[in-house]
């Protein structure tokens, strides 16, 4: 069973939802991945997908920490011991990482359930998303555009999915984002997240 009002809540009030038993982390997971089933082949913004390791992260226990039972995507440049990890780079395009790095570490510990990764330019060196290996995001406000702001975790692209930001801070807060020279925003400005709700026009 999926949990419907997902959108409604971000990741604290998801977590707060764990903790009282009104929704399973696997019920979450579950909306989680139906959302990305409906809208990645549009946006093609979670670029590896390891949905298994989220299920057996809660068949095994999620540790109690701030966000136990929240799904959670990485960034395509995190390192996760048995999972794909590309850095949205042609040559590393098999590669499975063989540890976990400190900060995929501390996700694991605050009790999310990493089901993917998402979106990255290559080895994370330019501003948009349009590596060779998985092609270009798309600005989910108008498909017809390439992924149009900041490299934050392909969060912006995802906004529309899950409709809310997810407050861990640092990348995962909401971005005021400034035009480069070619009109595509970089993350050059930050603001604490808000928690506002984003909508999008289809």
Not at 34 to 54: C, F, G, L, M, S
Not at 102 to 112: E, W
């Amino acid at each position: 069973m999926a949990f419907k009002e997902y959108g409604g809540y971000d990741g604290m009030g998801l977590a707060e939802l764990v903790r009282k038993k009104q929704v399973s982390a696997r019920e979450l997971l579950d909306e989680a991945i139906a959302r990305t089933t409906r809208v990645e082949p549009q946006i093609n913004a979670v670029v590896v997908k390891h949905y298994d390791y989220a299920e057996r992260q809660i068949d095994n226990g999620l540790p109690d920490g701030p966000f136990t039972g929240v799904p959670f995507l990485l960034k395509d440049l995190d390192i996760l011991e048995g999972t794909r990890t590309t850095s949205g780079a042609s040559v590393y395009k098999d590669n499975v990482a063989d540890h976990t790095s400190t900060l995929a570490r501390r996700f694991l510990d605050a009790g999310v359930a990493i089901f993917g990764k998402s979106a990255s330019p290559e080895f994370g060196l330019m501003p948009t998303r349009e590596s060779r290996l998985f092609g270009p995001t798309r600005n989910p406000w108008n498909l017809a555009l390439h992924s149009d702001c900041n490299d934050i975790n392909g969060f912006p692209q995802l906004f529309p999915t899950f409709k809310k930001s997810f407050p861990l801070g640092g990348q995962k807060e909401l971005e005021l984002v400034v035009p480069t020279p070619s009109g595509i925003p970089s993350p050059e400005t930050k603001k604490p997240t808000a928690g506002d709700e984003f909508k999008p026009l289809h």
